[in-house]
Every structure is written in structure tokens, then in C-alpha cells.
């Protein structure tokens, strides 16, 4: 229950921070370069599991160290910069965005006090 707190508020924080930058569009190309990024740093763990140089239980341990924040944080910068940047239209884009960006933290708080 608390890593998934701690990684619902690494997403909230992160979609507030989206707000907070001077350009939707850097938002955007910050969180989907850092999603990136998660996923190279995943990949790589993937790889050294399969070489043998490392154990799959700390790969599993590292993936929820530093991949699994990485993405999260990521996935909340880029949708942060994608509402600012359907905000402008109010049309049909906007509303699916905002479902987008909700569905995360709704499905946190679901999952962290499910019993």
C-alpha cells in the first residue's frame, strides 16, 4: 500500500509540475523522453538477467526502484503537457485527455486501499 501511495504521488506530482513549466509542449517532450528512458533502463536490467550477470530478483528489485518511478513520473509530465495543450479547444480531445490523465490516479487509490 505504500510504494503504491508513493508512486500516486509521484504521479500527481509530476502532472502538477507539468503545469508549472512555461511551455505545454516541453512537458510533453520531458515526460515522454523520461518514459524513455524508463524503458531503456528496463530493458538493460532485461538484459543482464539473461546474460547472468546479475540475479533476476534484484532486477525485479531494481525495476521497482528506478524504471517504475521514472515511468510514472513520465507518464504524468506528458500528460500534463497534453491537457495544457488540448485545453485550448475544449472539444472531444480535451475531455478524453482528461480521462486519461484521471484514470491513473483514480486506479491508485483503488488499489492502495483495496482490501
Known amino acids: 500500500m505504500l510504494l503504491v501511495l508513493a508512486l500516486l504521488g509521484f504521479y500527481l506530482c509530476s502532472l502538477w509540475l ?21 524503458a531503456v533502463a528496463a530493458l538493460t536490467l ?6 547472468g550477470f546479475i540475479e533476476p530478483w534484484l532486477s ?6 528506478i524504471a517504475l518511478p521514472a515511468f510514472i513520473i513520465g507518464l504524468g509530465l506528458a ?7 488540448t485545453r485550448q479547444n475544449r472539444d472531444w480531445k480535451y475531455r478524453l ?7 491513473p490516479a483514480i486506479l491508485g487509490v ?6
Open 79 to 85: 500528460m500534463g503537457g497534453l491537457l495544457r495543450i
Open 46 to 51: 532485461w538484459l543482464l538477467v539473461q546474460t
Open 97 to 103: 485527455t482528461c480521462l486519461g490523465a484521471g484514470a
Open 18 to 38: 507539468a503545469f508549472a513549466f512555461t511551455l505545454a509542449q516541453q512537458a510533453l517532450v520531458q515526460g515522454v523522453g523520461l518514459c524513455a528512458v524508463a
Open 110 to 115: 483503488l488499489a492502495a486501499f483495496a482490501h
Open 60 to 65: 525485479i528489485a531494481l525495476s521497482g526502484v
